[in-house]
């Protein structure tokens, strides 16, 4: 059984890109949780995605969307990048049962480098 | 609103002695608490959680946690250390309706003595 997984592992981009990145849930999960984790930080929920539509939002300018998929999968894009986006993305997935929280199961994360 | 705090950033212990990793937090409604352990280059994994059942709770390698709402604690013990205990420790909390978000402290960083 296929935990969560993310792409790309690593990535490195230049101010004011454009960067997206993947993140494929653990089979059964259909919520998908994105956080940041700033180096030396606790992860930063960033947003959740639950039947295609966005659920919650975390304290996270515009700049930052995402989009979830008929197959669970979800993207995470960032527009116009800065030197301070550089961190940890990691996914997480979960099942939501009845509206309860279930447990969120972590991907492995990708590192974007922004110089 | 809800946070955590860990208090101690970075905390080391010899093998083979008690590991206390400490956690308090604060939450405006009945939490779910949680801890996570991240090696290095590596993504979350849950050591254990508190959903209102046990106040003491066990949770993989040996870990358990007990969730003391007078004291809004929820700190983390092992008896022993062991040397692949090494890594970054995280407690999240998050509330008890629907798919919550997770709050995280900033996280503390257990180094084994040999």
């Known amino acids: 059984d296929a935990g969560v997984t993310q792409s790309p592992t690593h990535l490195i981009k230049t101010r004011g890109q454009q960067v997206t990145l993947r993140c494929s849930p653990k089979s059964g999960h259909d919520t998908v949780s994105w956080y940041q984790q700033a180096l030396g930080q606790g992860p930063q929920f960033i947003f959740q995605y639950y039947e295609e539509e966005e659920r919650q939002r975390g304290n996270f300018p515009d700049r930052f969307s995402g989009h979830q998929f008929p197959n669970y999968s979800s993207e995470l894009n960032v527009n116009a990048l800065l030197l301070g986006d550089s961190a940890l993305y990691l996914c997480a997935s979960s099942l939501n049962h009845f509206g309860q929280g279930g447990e969120q199961y972590f991907g492995p994360g990708t590192r974007l480098t922004v110089t | 609103a809800q946070s955590v705090t860990q208090l101690g950033s970075h905390v080391s212990v010899s093998e083979g002695a008690l590991v206390l990793l400490r956690c308090n937090y604060s939450?405006?409604?009945?939490?779910?608490l949680f801890w996570y352990v991240q090696y290095p280059n590596q993504g979350l994994q849950l050591l254990l959680k508190y959903t209102s059942a046990a106040t003491l709770v066990k949770g993989i390698n040996g870990f358990e946690a007990e969730f003391k709402k007078s004291e809004t604690s929820f700190h983390l013990t092992k008896p022993s250390a062991h040397m692949s205990d090494a890594a970054e420790y995280f407690c999240?909390?998050?509330?008890?309706?629907?798919?919550?978000?997770?709050?995280f402290g900033t996280g503390t960083r257990l180094t084994i003595i040999p």
């Open positions: 939450s405006s409604v009945p939490p779910y």
């Open positions: 999240a909390v998050s509330g008890r309706f629907g798919n919550e978000k997770l709050t």
